[in-house]
């Protein structure tokens, strides 16, 4: 038996230990077995050795002539796989097992179980053992809980929710805000200029460069309609802690600052901290934005000024938690739903990047213009 893991760290070696905890507890197979050059287990004449499916990883020498086993087949490259993995079971025509959580259409496991989804239509021969939340809730009560606890913070449709816990597939590239998405963050309070007594705010900020046109006279920008720093004034409503842990954000007040120089910028959100008092100011503080990040971090203190510098990783982790927000009803936009708003909802995209790590790659492509007016939408 050869037996894949996306990678040797720590999938593969934490597979082992678990072979190795059920030869030592089984009274069959108690010391008669032995490991070999670090990753091969023996038994008499069986074999099963382990191997890591990275895509830069040298799969050579095993062979498969029984069983072919690929754990967490989501995260393997289906490329990987057809190439080195695949040939291993040639010899013996071996028994192939793929297992994992369903992600998106475009992945090595997806692909396997809609053929054998279609083998069974042709033979009546069971290949696919398909297993949800819902049926391991009923051997292990712990588990459900669990769930529903990560239904109740991220909401039903989060990506994690549906692919890790109810194997469902999600689009690789899709929409982000969804027409039902939209609804849930449709709320019923009103815009307001000034804040409430007892209430509390933070500052969500987006930094953008300013317009260089204005004083060299050549139009350095491409798409100047979408260069703004933009501010979001959200209060923070802490009613909802009580029944699900976590609080939720009603947005009061938005404007934006297009082509303008950072300095008045800087003096005008220093005027809306001193009227609003924000909890915390999070700023976008990659590139450009470090300029306004110093300035607001020297006037107001670390305490207050949250710098947050764009990674694939960090947007990623952004989108995951901003979608989760928005399931779970944390998250309220002012009434009406302002129409440009709803321009950029509409064409935010998301991108699931291939790989173990998930990345989310998000935001509006460069160049889209709002189809009712022609303009071009800010991201």
Known sequence: MV??????????????????TRLRSNVLTRGKWKRRSGYIYNMGNAYCT????????????????VLMLVTEAQDISTFKYDKDLSPMGASTNATQLFSGTRW???????????RCLELEKQDGLKRVFFFTADDVR????AYGVFVDNQVAK??????????????????????MFSPGRQALMRGLHSPRAQPEPGKMYAFLVD???????ASTGEQILVNPGRDSTAIKIVEIDMSTVPTIGKPAYLIVYRQSWTGAKQTPV????????????????????TGVGEGLWSMLDNALGSDVVLPVKFTPVVTSEIGYGFIGIVESGRYREYSPFPAELTAQFNKCRAEIVPGPSKLMRWGVPDGTR??????????
């Not at 009923?138 to 009560?141: D, L």
């Not at 220093?270 to 976008?284: G, N, S």
Request: charged share 25%; with cysteine; hydrophobic share 35%.
């Open 104 to 114: 998106t259409g475009d992945i090595l496991l997806e692909r396997e179980y809609q």
């Open 266 to 285: 800087f003096r005008a959100l220093r005027a809306f901290a001193q009227t609003w008092k924000p909890m915390r100011i999070v700023i976008d503080a």
């Open 370 to 379: 709002d189809s009712s007016t022609g303009e071009l939408v800010h991201d």
């Open 138 to 141: 009923r051997f292990v009560p």
């Open 154 to 175: 991220l909401g039903r449709q989060h990506p994690l929710v549906r692919t890790q816990y109810f194997c469902e597939t999600i689009d690789a590239r899709a929409g």
């Open 3 to 20: 037996f894949f893991n996306p990678a040797f760290k720590p999938q593969t070696e934490t597979s082992m230990r678990r072979l190795e």
């Open 207 to 213: 930094v953008a460069g300013q317009d260089e046109s």
């Open 50 to 65: 382990y191997m890591s499916a990275e895509p830069t990883a040298h799969n050579v020498g095993a062979t498969a002539n």
